[in-house]
């Protein structure tokens, strides 16, 4: 949740949205069950939800975000992958943009911002957003990752309107080498005590 720095476009917002839903397989994907047992289902063309909201004042905007953020995802039928633009009366913006654990983690959260502000800035010029090429379909990457290159990234978040810092240690790329997280380093067993 963000408070805009200068208003968005409704409707360039939700087809930024589309976009990089349309870039990550995992932020179109639902987990139906078959015989008792989940079973990931990609949905082509899959568009998050963008609900638009007003409020007049600030316990108005308070609840409204509270109601957005609060979420629950029917991860069965519905993408992990939704935003609420809280517009208050002064016309001032308040952005929640919701990812499901399964499909983003705190790393992600700065490519996800870096590839919104892309397509969002593409889309407010009437184009399609151009991607660097992505080696994997998710914008998610292990949490022991420890690439420090940020410049590219922390960037394109700052001049994006909500002025959200991305997190540190993701890389100029949005998108990750890989789709699975390396074997996690395990410390040596300790020695057991000498008699």
Same mark, same amino acid.
């Given at each position: 949740?963000?408070?805009?720095?200068?208003?968005?476009?409704?409707?360039?917002?939700?087809?930024? $949205? !589309? &976009?990089?839903?349309?870039?990550?397989?995992?932020?179109?994907?639902?987990?139906?069950?078959?015989?008792?047992?989940?079973?990931?289902?990609?949905?082509?063309?899959?568009?998050?939800? $963008?609900?638009?909201?007003?409020?007049?004042?600030?316990?108005?905007?308070?609840?409204?975000?509270?109601?957005?953020?609060?979420?629950?995802?029917?991860?069965?039928?519905?993408?992990?992958?939704?935003?609420?633009?809280?517009? &208050?009366?002064?016309?001032?913006?308040?952005?929640?943009? $919701?990812?499901?654990?399964?499909?983003?983690?705190? +790393?992600?959260?700065?490519?996800? $911002?870096?590839?919104?502000?892309?397509?969002?800035?593409?889309?407010?010029?009437?184009?399609?957003?151009? +991607?660097?090429?992505? %080696?994997?379909?998710?914008?998610?990457?292990?949490?022991?990752?420890?690439?420090?290159?940020?410049?590219?990234? !922390?960037?394109?978040?700052?001049?994006? %309107?909500?002025?959200?810092?991305?997190?540190?240690?993701?890389?100029?790329?949005?998108?990750?080498?890989?789709?699975?997280?390396? %074997?996690? %380093?395990?410390?040596?067993?300790?020695?057991?005590?000498?008699?």
């Amino acid at each position: 949740m963000t408070r805009l720095r200068r208003p968005v476009d409704p409707a360039t917002l939700a087809a930024a $949205l !589309a &976009d990089v839903a349309d870039r990550h397989e995992v932020l179109r994907t639902v987990y139906p069950t078959a015989d008792g047992e989940p079973y990931q289902r990609v949905i082509a063309g899959a568009t998050p939800v $963008l609900q638009e909201i007003g409020a007049d004042g600030p316990d108005a905007l308070r609840a409204a975000v509270d109601a957005a953020a609060g979420h629950v995802f029917d991860l069965a039928a519905e993408i992990p992958f939704r935003a609420s633009l809280v517009t &208050d009366g002064d016309g001032g913006q308040t952005l929640v943009l $919701l990812v499901h654990h399964i499909a983003g983690d705190g +790393w992600s959260t700065g490519c996800l $911002l870096a590839d919104l502000d892309t397509a969002y800035r593409a889309r407010a010029e009437g184009r399609a957003p151009e +991607w660097s090429r992505c %080696p994997s379909s998710t914008p998610t990457t292990p949490s022991g990752s420890t690439s420090s290159s940020t410049a590219n990234t !922390a960037s394109r978040a700052n001049s994006w %309107p909500t002025g959200a810092r991305p997190s540190t240690g993701c890389p100029a790329s949005p998108c990750p080498p890989t789709g699975r997280a390396p %074997p996690r %380093p395990t410390a040596p067993e300790p020695s057991p005590p000498s008699r």
